[in-house]
């Protein structure tokens, strides 16, 4: 069965603290990795996607990077507008083009 | 590019009464569109797949006769949950794939509808 598990399950950082969220995958063949994240009573906003191992991507102070069984969402030196949810889902190849299997997601607080 | 919009963002409604959200596509046509669900501090699960022009599919455990859903344009879906009862209450959140983008895969999301059913 597909699964998606993220740690830590909340995460409080002092202002220009880098850290490091986890999201461990078990998947029967990956179409995709996908990252958002959602601040509170919104939708989830798109962050990244990854497609193959060693694959990395970035946009600002986030880094996405990818192996075969897990991704990290690397935050350097992290601003409090970087406070949110972040979510880590999955597609796999036998879920077409439609399931995404969200993770529980890392609630991240940055303090000043 | 690739915005998603709902409508209403909240709305709440007596018990036994049928509640509509809208969500639109505004800058793509989107051929399928998904309906999710998110309970307080939970992740997002999701309820069915929506197809322009056909029938849409639900996941395992979701009522179809009680969640509608209707595709009938490659801008708009719309869920309505009918008899709507407390349990029901939640915020539902939409998304579409846009299939002019490189890379197809990604969904969007929409700002969300929190519904409260009293």
């Known amino acids: 069965e597909d699964q998606v598990t993220q740690s830590p399950e909340a995460l409080r950082l002092q202002e220009g603290e880098s850290s490091s969220l986890n999201c461990s995958y078990t998947?029967?063949?990956?179409?995709?990795l996908f990252w958002y994240r959602q601040d509170p009573g919104k939708g989830p906003e798109f962050l990244f996607t990854?497609?193959?191992a060693g694959e990395e991507k970035e946009k600002e102070r986030l880094k996405a990077t990818l192996t075969k069984k897990e991704s990290f969402l690397h935050i350097t030196a992290p601003k409090p507008e970087d406070s949110a949810t972040y979510l880590c889902?999955?597609?796999?190849?036998?879920?077409?083009?439609?399931?995404?299997?969200f993770g529980a997601g890392t609630r991240l607080a940055v303090h000043p | 590019g690739a915005v998603v919009s709902q409508h209403p963002s909240w709305v709440i409604c007596k018990s036994g009464t049928s509640v509509k959200i809208e969500c639109r596509s505004l800058?793509?046509?989107?051929?399928?569109m998904f309906w999710y669900r998110q309970f307080p501090k939970q992740s997002l699960m999701l309820m069915a797949t929506?197809?322009?022009?056909?029938?849409?599919?639900?996941e395992q455990g979701v009522e179809k006769d009680k969640f509608l859903i209707n595709h009938a344009s490659l801008t708009l879906s719309t869920l309505t949950v009918t008899s709507a009862h407390p349990e029901d209450s939640s915020f539902y959140i939409c998304?579409?794939?846009?299939?002019?983008?490189?890379?197809?895969?990604?969904?969007?999301f929409g700002p969300g509808t929190r519904l409260l059913v009293l």
């Open positions: 998304s579409a794939r846009d299939p002019g983008l490189q890379y197809q895969e990604t969904q969007y």
């Open positions: 998947v029967s063949g990956l179409r995709g």
């Open positions: 929506s197809n322009e022009g056909s029938k849409a599919t639900y």
């Open positions: 800058d793509f046509q989107a051929t399928t």
């Open positions: 889902a999955v597609q796999s190849i036998s879920g077409g083009y439609n399931k995404l299997i």
């Open positions: 990854l497609y193959s």
